[in-house]
């Protein structure tokens, strides 16, 4: 069976289906991927192709919205840590600041360098949060895994996985530091529930304008593309 279909509009429609999810839903990714469309089990996938052509107009204005690529290249300013650094080809062995530059290997391409940068950093500056806000909240956890996740900048598995979007190394370093204190906050609270939040807010009081910050400009940080279709 097709994993994928067109509707009127000429968008492109992936689905598929989740034992979970207890409705229709549609999700416009904003790395300019095609739209989600998620199926309970019982829905059939004639009534899906419906509910995503009654809501075409909305999908297309939706996707409209979604920030323009940006390409990570020479010549950019690449956010770190919510700063823009122009991204420099210099005679160095590996990524480093220097003032409002990200110097880079001259000899490589400035994409996959500028990535294997920014997960380390993510690593380190996540692993840090993380150790502290479990310190703070009496719950260990058992790994960090990051991943370039479109639906959501972090997860807690029951068994104490702690997943985060390395992209978080590109946000301000109070905005990571609430995703890591949101994902510990789970290994206390598989949920959302106010116990949950009142949890969140116990190791990060203000954490409510560093989530409001995700939710305006986090399309932005998904929109840089690591791989220069030019070439450098």
């Not at 001259?106 to 950093?121: D, E, M, T, Y």
């Not at 692993?127 to 895994?145: K, M, S, Y």
């Amino acid at each position: 069976m097709a994993s994928a279909f067109i509707i009127g509009n000429g968008m492109r429609i992936t689905w598929r289906r989740s034992a979970r999810a207890r409705r229709m839903t549609l999700r416009v990714p904003r790395d300019g991927g095609p739209v989600v469309l998620t199926l309970p089990a019982h829905v059939a996938l004639s009534d899906g192709a419906a509910f995503a052509e009654a809501k075409s107009g909305w999908l297309l204005q939706a996707a409209q919205r979604r920030p323009a690529p940006s390409i990570v290249r020479h010549g950019a300013a690449l956010p770190v840590a919510g700063e823009p650094l122009v991204l420099v080809p210099a005679a160095v062995r590996a990524a480093a600041i220097a003032d409002d530059a990200l110097l880079l290997p001259a000899s490589r391409p400035a994409g996959p360098v500028a990535q294997a940068f920014l997960k380390h950093r993510a690593m380190a500056e996540l692993r840090a949060a993380c150790d502290r806000h479990a310190g703070a909240l009496g719950r260990p956890f058992t790994a960090i895994v990051l991943r370039d996740t479109r639906s959501r900048w972090g997860s807690c598995t029951s068994d104490g996985r702690l997943m985060f979007s390395w992209r978080l190394a590109m946000a301000p370093p109070a905005v990571l530091d609430y995703v890591a204190a949101h994902e510990v906050a789970h290994l206390r609270h598989m949920d959302h529930s106010p116990r949950f939040w009142a949890a969140v807010a116990g190791l990060m009081p203000d954490y409510a304008r560093h989530r409001d910050w995700l939710r305006r400009h986090g399309s932005d940080l998904m929109a840089w593309q690591f791989r220069d279709p030019a070439g450098d």
